[in-house]
Nanobody, 116 residues
Framework: VQLQASGGGLVQPGGSLRLSCAAS????????MGWYRQAPGKQRELVAR???????NYADSVRGRFTISRDNAKNTVYLQMNSLKPEDTAVYYC???????????WGQGTLVTVSS
């Protein structure tokens, strides 16, 4: 499986961005796709994930501001980020995991910068 992420950029505080990540190759089910982020000097952390059945998990820091969704027909996951804060600045990485091994497949990072 290969992942292609897009949608990062520079946005002012309070603004919005949408990230996309398209998976290609042998997609297995059940699976989940999601987003992690890594800010300078910090560990990579889970932002949000969505399972092939539709259930979702969010980090407390983004719940209520970010929404993850997926289009199973297109094997694409989206992260709608609203009310962005400077502390959301990070490189965002797409991830795919699937049964039976649940091993990690990472996409290339996309930089999100929230600054005035």
């Amino acid at each position: 499986v290969q992942l292609q992420a897009s949608g990062g950029g520079l946005v002012q505080p309070g603004g919005s961005l949408r990230l996309s990540c398209a998976a290609s190759g042998s997609i297995r089910s059940p699976n989940y796709m999601g987003w992690y982020r890594q800010a300078p000097g910090k560990q990579r952390e889970l932002v949000a994930r969505i399972y092939s059945g539709g259930s979702t998990n969010y980090a407390d820091s983004v719940r209520g501001r970010f929404t993850i969704s997926r289009d199973n027909a297109k094997n694409t996951v989206y992260l709608q980020m609203n009310s962005l804060k400077p502390e959301d600045t990070a490189v965002y990485y797409c991830i795919y995991k699937a049964s039976p091994t649940w091993s990690d497949t990472w996409g290339q990072g996309t930089l999100v910068t929230v600054s005035s």
